[in-house]
């Protein structure tokens, strides 16, 4: 009999701090189990959604071989785009002006230096009103861009 109040005792207190960790107000058993049930799919959601962040991050890593910054900023009319490396990148600058014809994105104003590192901070309007142009395909337009010369300036120098 003490046994069976031991386990009584331990299931009640376990059930308290299952209760305290995942923030139920429940009060009896069940309850207490469906929400903690719930709680964990919402986290393993979570954890699903960082494994993807995670992923998205690594793959735009892969596509940007240089230790460069880009910035692609949504303005009222087209877009602030800031690209940086602590290097010089000759040729580079001819290579992001190309990415940003070929988008049909126009430049509107726009401030360089490529003396010890390569610095662009541009506002852009996409001039083809017909297609929609976002933040985002800019900013992989400009990655794919800065592959595209890296792997340029690599075979120039083999």
Request: net charge negative; with cysteine; aromatic share 4%.
């Amino acid at each position: 009999m003490v046994s069976r109040e031991n386990k009584r005792a331990s299931l009640h207190e376990k059930l308290q701090l299952l209760r305290s960790i995942t923030n139920s107000h429940a009060m009896n058993k069940t309850s207490i189990i469906v929400e903690a049930s719930k709680y964990i799919e919402g986290l393993k959601q979570k954890v699903e959604r960082l494994t993807q962040d995670i992923a998205a991050a690594q793959s735009s890593n892969d596509q940007n071989p240089l230790p460069m910054e880009v910035t692609v900023e949504t303005l009222e009319k087209g877009f602030l785009i800031n690209v940086f490396s602590d290097k010089s990148c000759p040729g580079l600058l001819v290579s992001i002006l190309e990415a940003f014809e070929e988008m049909g994105l126009n430049v509107h104003e726009a401030r360089v230096s490529c003396t010890e590192s390569f610095r662009l901070h541009a506002v852009g309007e996409n001039e083809e009103l017909n297609e929609s142009i976002d933040a985002q395909m800019v900013k992989q337009a400009v990655l794919q861009a800065i592959k595209n010369w890296s792997e340029s300036t690599d075979h120039e120098q083999e």
